[in-house]
């Protein structure tokens, strides 16, 4: 299984920005697929998630500004980021499971600038 994220880079504040993740080795379509971020110094934090049926869930924080979907054609999930804020900067990491095991990416760097 292998997860590699892309996308992220430097924006202003109330910009905005695609962060893609691409998942070989599993059966793409059948698996959730989250967002986590993690600052500088704090921890790791679920951003969003969707479900193998289309199903999202997003953290309050990112309510109506973030958007995440899917391309199973594509083994793709993508997090649309709009309106972002200097607290958005962070790492931005794409994980799944399959059978209990966790398998994540290496991480794409987000920073917000003020």
């Known amino acids: 299984v292998q997860v590699v994220e892309s996308g992220g880079g430097l924006v202003q504040a109330g910009g905005s920005l695609r962060v893609s993740c691409v998942a070989s080795g599993i059966i793409f379509s059948t698996r959730r697929m989250d967002w986590y971020r993690q600052a500088t110094g704090k921890q790791r934090e679920l951003v969003a998630q969707?479900?193998?049926?289309?199903?999202?869930a997003y953290a309050d924080s990112v309510k109506g500004r973030f958007m995440i979907s899917r391309d199973n054609a594509k083994n793709t999930v993508y997090l649309q980021m709009n309106s972002l804020k200097p607290e958005d900067t962070g790492v931005y990491y794409c994980?799944?499971?399959?059978?209990?095991?966790?398998?994540w990416g290496q991480g794409t760097q987000v920073t917000v600038s003020s």
């Open positions: 969707i479900s193998s049926d289309g199903t999202t």
């Open positions: 994980r799944t499971t399959v059978w209990g095991d966790e398998y």
